[in-house]
């Protein structure tokens, strides 16, 4: 069940929910059988689907269950890599004790929990040396006699 749990944490959308309904083994044949394509998933339980020949009748019923006559887009291998952020999102506890967990700083881990991304630093621009051999403009439409 512990791999179920962190198997939802990797996998998005109906596929995490299947996992963590007890069925993380039929979620991942999903992901290596069809990962990256479009799958729909009927509004029934048809024994001669093709959903039911692939994960099993009773994971179908609940991939069925989540998410019924719809499309889904099941996700690539690539969800399946135990990244930094995965490990950052199925840590509990505070921001300190996940960051000494996973080696992530405290940073990442609230940007992570915020779902945001940091905001770019830019350094300031300088101010241009003014060249002295030019004339101030407002200077000179000041000091222009008018006709």
């Known amino acids: 069940m512990a791999e179920d749990r962190t198997l939802a ?13 007890g069925h993380g083994g039929a979620a991942l044949i999903l992901v290596r059988e069809r990962g990256g394509l479009k799958l729909y998933i009927p509004k029934r339980l048809l024994p001669s689907s093709s959903l039911v020949t692939l994960i099993g ?30 490990a950052v999102l199925r840590t509990d506890g505070s921001t300190r004790e996940i960051s000494q967990a996973t080696g992530a700083t405290e940073r990442y881990v609230r940007m992570v929990r915020n779902g945001g991304a940091p905001q770019p630093w830019h350094r300031p621009r300088r101010a ?12 000179w439409l000041a000091t222009k006699p008018k006709p």
């Open 9 to 21: 944490a990797r996998l998005p959308g109906p596929l995490g929910e299947l996992a963590r309904r």
């Open 57 to 86: 009748e009773k994971a179908a019923a609940v991939l069925i269950d989540i998410c019924g006559n719809s499309h889904i887009d099941v996700p690539s291998r690539g969800c399946l890599n135990d990244t930094l952020k995965a």
């Open 128 to 139: 241009k040396p003014k060249d002295e051999r030019q004339i101030d403009l407002e200077n």
